[in-house]
C-alpha cells in the first residue's frame, strides 16, 4: 500500500497548500542544514536556572467580563462570557519531546493544573512542543472534557497522540465556529508547524480572534512580521481588538528568526496595525529558545514602545500569573 503523502490532512489544494504542506504565499518558510549548524554553533545567553514570577493566581471558576491570565510561555486561560478557554497549555518541565534534554522550564505555571477552573475548550495555534504539552492535553481531556478547536491536521494529530477529544473543531485560515456567546476565528501567520522531522509544515498553524461581549481578543501564538498584512486584514475583517495577545522572544539571532518570530520592535508594529487597545507580550523568559538573554525581550520593547510614543501600560511584557481583565 503506497503512504500517503500527508498523513494529517489530505484537502484540495489551495492558496496556502500544496496537496502536501501548508505555505504562506510568498514567504520564505524553510531554512538550510547549514543555517542550522550555523545557529547551533553561535553564542547563547547564559540563563538563570530560576526566573520566579512574583505573581501566581487561583482563578475564579466562572468570570463575566474579558479576563486574560498568563499561565506561562504562550499559555493563557481566557474567561469570558462566563467561559473558560484554555490557549496552548503547556504545563510540561521541558519543551521537548523527551524529559531529560530540551529547553527547561525557568518558572512554574502562574496557574497550577490542579487550580484550573472547568475548561469549556482548549484553544492550539499549532504543533510545537512550546505551545502543544500531549501530557496536558490528555489530562484536560480526561478531566475537562472539553471542545478542541485547532488548525487543519492538527485535529488528527490529537488523536495520534492518544489524546481523548471529546470533540475537536479543525479550522482553515478565517473559517470560524461558535461556542455561543464566542466566535472563535482562525487568522492566518507567519510560521510553520512540525512535531518530528519528517512531518515539517504538513498540519496548519494559526492565531486566534475571540469575539466575546466584552470586546475582540486577538491572540498570536507565533509569528514573523512577513508583510505585515494579516493583523491589518483582521482589523479590515473583525474590528480593532480590546485585547491582543503578542508575543516578544525567541528573535535571536535575526537573520535566522525573522521570517517565523517577531522581534519586540515588530510587535509594537502589529500592536498598531491591528488598532488593539491593550496588550500583553509573551514567549518570552519561560523556556530559552533562542540566543537573547531571558530579560532582553522585556527591555527592547520598553524601547520599541518609547521610540512609538505608546505608554508602557498599553502594552505589557506579562510574568506568569499575571492577570488583565477588559
Given amino acids: 500500500m503506497l503512504k500517503r503523502l500527508n498523513p494529517y490532512y489530505q484537502g484540495p489544494v489551495s492558496d496556502h497548500f500544496d496537496g502536501e504542506r501548508f505555505f504562506v504565499p510568498g514567504h520564505v518558510l524553510d531554512k538550510s542544514r547549514k543555517d542550522l549548524m550555523k545557529v547551533a554553533r553561535g553564542a547563547r545567553a547564559k540563563w538563570p536556572r530560576r526566573i520566579p514570577s512574583p505573581f501566581h493566581t487561583k482563578p475564579d471558576k466562572r468570570h463575566d467580563n474579558l479576563r486574560s491570565t498568563l499561565i506561562g510561555h504562550a499559555s493563557f486561560l481566557v474567561q469570558a462570557a462566563n467561559l473558560n478557554l484554555l490557549i496552548d497549555p503547556v504545563f510540561a518541565k521541558r519543551a521537548s519531546p523527551f524529559g531529560f534534554v530540551g529547553p527547561s522550564r525557568a518558572n512554574p505555571p502562574g496557574i497550577s493544573f490542579h487550580d484550573l477552573p472547568p475548561i469549556d475548550a482548549v484553544l492550539i495555534t499549532h504543533s510545537h512542543y512550546d505551545h502543544m504539552d500531549k501530557a496536558a492535553l490528555r489530562a484536560l481531556a480526561t478531566r475537562h472534557k472539553p471542545l478542541f478547536i485547532c488548525p487543519l491536521g492538527v485535529d488528527v494529530l490529537l488523536h495520534r497522540q492518544r489524546v481523548p477529544v471529546r470533540e475537536v473543531r479543525a479550522l482553515d485560515w478565517w473559517q470560524s465556529t461558535e461556542l455561543a ?128 510614543g505608546i505608554a508602557p501600560s498599553h502594552f505589557q511584557a506579562f510574568r506568569p500569573g499575571q492577570v488583565l481583565e477588559v
Fill in 181 to 308: 456567546p464566542l466566535t472563535i476565528h482562525a487568522i492566518p501567520t507567519y510560521h510553520w508547524s512540525a512535531r518530528g522531522i519528517r512531518d515539517r509544515r504538513q498540519t496548519l498553524w494559526c492565531s486566534f480572534a475571540i469575539e466575546t461581549p466584552s470586546g475582540l481578543l486577538y491572540h498570536i501564538g507565533d509569528t514573523g512580521y512577513g508583510a505585515g498584512h494579516f493583523s491589518k486584514e483582521l482589523r479590515t475583517r473583525l474590528g480593532e481588538p480590546a485585547l491582543a495577545h503578542i508575543p516578544i522572544g525567541a528573535y535571536e539571532p535575526r537573520w535566522f528568526m525573522r521570517d517565523v518570530h517577531v522581534n519586540p520592535e515588530e510587535a509594537v508594529q502589529i500592536f498598531q496595525d491591528c488598532g488593539a487597545k491593550r496588550a500583553i507580550g509573551h514567549h518570552w523568559g519561560t523556556f530559552q529558545l533562542t540566543q537573547e538573554a531571558h530579560d532582553q525581550p522585556e527591555k527592547d520593547l520598553a524601547q520599541a514602545l518609547a521610540a512609538s
